[in-house]
């Protein structure tokens, strides 16, 4: 992972308390065959390009907590193996690609499975 920066948010349970909780950002950079997404680094992650067949590998999703992911394609849409993700919401299938856009995903840990959502997709 490049960088990580620590910044703070409102959560919505806090936003009640005016409580701000930690957010941390990780800078992925360029993933062109494979990443491993340390998911105790950070708690959303950002690739800034990723390209051709790559696997994306993700390890300590925390329990009761939750990760967010985006990932930006360029012209061509990439073909993307998700590992540590062990089903995703609605049963549906992990998310594809369009040409030239961020895909977000969110991670979570309910003790027994993480699971992957997949929450938007939008053009830069």
């Known amino acids: 992972m490049a960088n990580s920066t620590p910044v703070y948010t409102r ?5 009640a308390h005016h409580d701000l909780q930690p957010v941390t950002l990780c800078d992925l950079g360029t993933i062109d065959a494979s990443a491993t997404i340390d ?3 950070a708690s959303v992650f950002y690739a800034a390009s ?11 999703v925390p329990v009761g907590g939750e990760v967010i992911v985006d ?9 993307v193996t998700w590992a540590g993700v062990d089903a995703w ?11 030239s856009s961020t895909t977000r995903i969110r991670l979570t840990n309910n003790g027994h499975q993480v699971v992957g959502s997949f929450m938007e997709q939008y053009h830069a």
């Open 11 to 15: 959560s919505a349970a806090a936003s």
């Open 39 to 41: 998911c105790s680094k």
């Open 50 to 60: 990723i390209t051709g067949t790559i696997t994306v590998t993700f390890s300590n």
């Open 71 to 79: 990932l930006k394609s360029h012209a061509t849409p990439p073909t």
């Open 89 to 99: 919401l609605g049963s549906v299938a992990a998310p594809t690609w369009q040409a």
